[in-house]
């Protein structure tokens, strides 16, 4: 059995950067070089060298035909397995929200301070629409889903970094049942989200994401209420 000393001892800095690795990939937009995730990582280039080797022998980074790192698919395999019946059941609702409203809608949990989107459809019949990756993680404190899962948490428990601003738009989400953003994940691009609060679970939230829409905050958020209500029925909370 593992004794305290062992079980509140340092961490491991190596499993440490290789988490960090991945990250770093998820958050990049395309395929970095081996040069550019050890920048970010603040590391020497070989160290970079070694861990990439490690998660590519695992499946979880690639290279392209240029050498260059990303994901691989291996982290979609992983993905599928977190909050899975969560993700079981929201889908089919997401994919109706998405074609109801030509918009892409997503599902997001609470992951320390930041939101990570766990699964997103884009509607089937627009002639465009913004993509919203799985994976993709954000600050708490910015966009529509940090501000609606906030407004289900008590003060205690939101991030010091909370300002005033954001704590009257945050009670606002509360006394209305949804929140709005604008320009804040990502420029020009704007946000309607609900609570989506499951008993026993970690704080989600269903959302859509969009450049411009011919719905009202208020009717996306009703839409997105409905299929918050439903899953949440359907997973017994």
């Known amino acids: 059995m593992m004794t305290d000393a062992a079980a509140t001892g340092p961490p491991s800095q190596t499993l440490s950067r290789g ?47 240029a050498g260059r790192i990303q994901l691989g698919a291996r982290m979609a395999a992983l993905a599928a397995g977190v909050a899975h019946d969560l993700q079981a059941e929201a889908l089919p609702e997401l994919t109706a929200v998405a074609n109801e409203l030509g918009l892409t809608c997503f599902l997001v949990v609470l992951d320390h301070d930041e939101c990570v989107t766990l699964v997103s459809v884009e509607p089937r019949h627009a002639v ?3 993509a919203q990756r799985p ?12 501000k609606a899962i906030l407004s289900v948490l008590p003060p205690s428990s939101w991030p010091p970094e909370v300002s005033p601003q954001l704590r009257e738009e945050v009670t606002d989400a509360a006394l209305r049942g949804f929140a709005i953003s604008h320009d804040e994940v990502i420029p020009s691009l704007r ?9 026993g679970r970690r704080p989600s939230a269903i959302a859509v994401v969009y450049v411009a829409s011919a719905h009202e905050p208020s009717q996306i958020a009703a839409r997105l209420r409905r299929s918050a209500d439903l899953i949440r029925d359907a997973l017994g909370g």
């Open 135 to 146: 994976g993709t993680r954000h600050p708490v404190t910015v966009g529509a889903p940090g």
């Open 19 to 65: 988490i960090r690795i991945l990250e770093i990939l998820a958050d990049a937009r395309e395929p970095l070089s081996i040069d550019e995730i050890a920048r970010r990582l603040a590391v020497h280039r070989s160290v970079a060298y070694r861990l990439l080797r490690t998660l590519e022998d695992h499946g979880l980074a690639v290279r392209d035909g």
């Open 128 to 130: 465009a629409s913004v």
């Open 191 to 199: 946000s309607v989200s609900v609570p989506l609060v499951v008993h």
